[in-house]
Nanobody, 122 residues
Framework: QVQVVESGGGLVQAGGSLRLACAASGRTFSRYVMGWFRQTPGKEREFVAAITWSGGSTYYADSVKGRFTISRDNGKNAVYLQMNSLKPEDTAVYSC???????????????WGQGTQVTVSS
């Protein structure tokens, strides 16, 4: 089993940057696909980015491609989301998720963090 805890959210002006971190517990962290999702009130959870267990493959939603970068450090049981050129429409609660197979759908992930708020002001 894996437990994940996000950190790094906050308030930033449009055009600014934030780095989210996800700390995971469990000795098998390196075997899990890690994903970031986001959600705003009244909307369904949206895929943002995912990274394979080795870090060799990454996947991004079209809306963040070229601005966000997902990475992981298996030695530290951590995954990161570097967010640059932030826009007001990026405002959401960002959640980290883990699964042995993963994917771009929320239902593909078994383990979730509590989420961290990101607010981008115009």
């Amino acid at each position: 089993q894996v437990q994940v805890v996000e950190s790094g959210g906050g308030l930033v002006q449009a055009g600014g940057s934030l780095r989210l971190a996800c700390a995971a517990s469990g000795r098998t962290f390196s075997r899990y696909v890690m994903g970031w999702f986001r959600q705003t009130p009244g909307k369904e959870r949206e895929f943002v980015a995912a990274i394979t267990w080795s870090g060799g493959s990454t996947y991004y939603a079209d809306s963040v491609k070229g601005r966000f970068t997902i990475s992981r450090d298996n030695g530290k049981n951590a995954v990161y989301l570097q967010m640059n050129s932030l826009k007001p429409e990026d405002t959401a609660v960002y959640s980290c998720a883990a699964d042995q197979t993963g994917g771009i759908l929320p239902d593909a992930y078994d383990y979730w963090g509590q989420g961290t708020q990101v607010t981008v002001s115009s």
